[in-house]
Each structure stands twice: as structure tokens, then as C-alpha cells.
């Protein structure tokens, strides 16, 4: 299993460009989620789906758009690049909670995007 | 509201050194508390996990009980090794069911010198 992979794991940006960072599991997950994480303010979840077809939006939701059309696949797409974008960004992927209990979340590598 | 508060780093301690990493949460409902260990250049694994209170999580000599009278999570380890130094989260995970996401504490940086 190659678990979580991200591509890229580098890139820069100009202020106003778009552009899609990849997200693909290969454990069968339900359940993905994107996260940005920045200096002194640990990680933030900016969008999550629980299945193929069903997205929603984390805490910092803005300047940020997500699909779901397959299981293996959640591409976080960067509408107009800010400067503030500038972070680490982290997709993950678990199975979906069940009975009331937070199960393990598996991590890619991380994308660094800076936005010039 | 949901959050996590972590003790500040970084952290720097001697080879063999016993470790304290403070941890506690805000949270409705009953949550979920996890440690996540951030190594360098790499994303995050889980070091280990608690789903109810009482309950001890334990992996590679760490240790963490789930107190729900004090709301917290803290994180020990005996005897560390340079091969801890990383950069260690609190987070937690909240009800309702389906969905599972994460609010992270800020992160600690562990530094282990031999």
C-alpha cells in the first residue's frame, strides 16, 4: 500500500493564480479531509468529505474548493492564490466514524505552497 | 466550541530525561483524544489514541490517560531518545458520527540532546 500520496510536494505560486494540489489513498477510506498548517497554530481542517459525492467545509473553508468523485481521489483546488496561503497543506484519510468514536487518520507528506 | 490547548516548546531535554507534554481540551459531547508525532520533513503519524475516559493510551514506551474531571490528555514517556525529537500534537475529534475530523493543539518541539 502507498497509503496517502500528495503531489506536489513543492510549489510556488503567483498572487492570483489557481491551482489543484492532489490528494489519492488506496486503503478503501471513506472519509478524507485537507488541513493547513502554519506556524504556532498547529494544523486547521479546511475542507472534509465522508464519501464520493459528499463534501463540506472545515474551519478555513475560504479561497479553497474540494471534489469527491471517486473514493481514492480529493483534490483541494486553490481559486485565486493569496499571499495568506502560503503553508503546508496535509490530506488525510480514515475510515469513517463509527459508534461514536475518532478513528486513526492517516497523513500524506504535505505540500509546501508559497504564494508570491 | 471544540479546542486543544498544548503546553508551549520548545522542549529540550537530555537523552534518558523523563517527558511531560501538557495537553488539555474544550470539547461538547464525548471526543476522542489523540497525540500526533510530526518527524522531520514528514506528515504526521499516530502515536497514540484514547476514546473514552479512564482509558490509558500507550505506544513505544509513551503514555496518555483520557481525564475527563480535568479535561486533559498529558503525554509522558519514562526515558526519551534522541530518535524522539519530533514535533508532537494534541488533538481531538468530536462527535457527531460520520464525520472525523481533527482540531489540532499548536504543536510542541521536542529536542532530545545526547
Sequence with gaps: NAGVTQTPKFQVLKTGQS????????????????????????????HYSVGAG??????????????????????LRLL???????????????????????DTQYFGPGTRLTVL | GNSVTQMEGPVTLSEEAFLTINCTYTATGYPSLFWYVQYPGEGLQL???????????????????YRKETTSFHLEKGSVQVSDSAVYFCALSPPPTGANNLFFGTGTR???IP
Design chain 1, 80 to 102: 485565486s492564490a493569496a499571499p495568506s496561503q502560503t503553508s503546508v497543506y496535509f490530506c488525510a484519510s480514515s475510515r469513517r466514524r463509527l459508534a461514536g468514536v475518532g
Design chain 1, 54 to 75: 459528499i463534501t463540506d467545509q472545515g474551519e478555513v473553508p475560504n479561497g479553497y474548493n474540494v471534489s469527491r468523485s471517486t473514493t481514492e481521489d480529493f483534490p
Design chain 2, 110 to 112: 521536542l529536542t532530545v
Design chain 2, 47 to 65: 502515536l497514540l489514541k484514547a476514546t473514552k475516559a479512564d482509558d490509558k493510551g500507550s505506544n513505544k514506551g509513551f503514555e496518555a490517560t
Design chain 1, 19 to 46: 491551482m489543484t494540489l492532489q490528494c489519492a489513498q488506496d486503503m478503501n477510506h471513506e472519509y478524507m479531509s485537507w488541513y493547513r498548517q502554519d506556524p504556532g497554530m498547529g494544523l486547521r481542517l479546511i
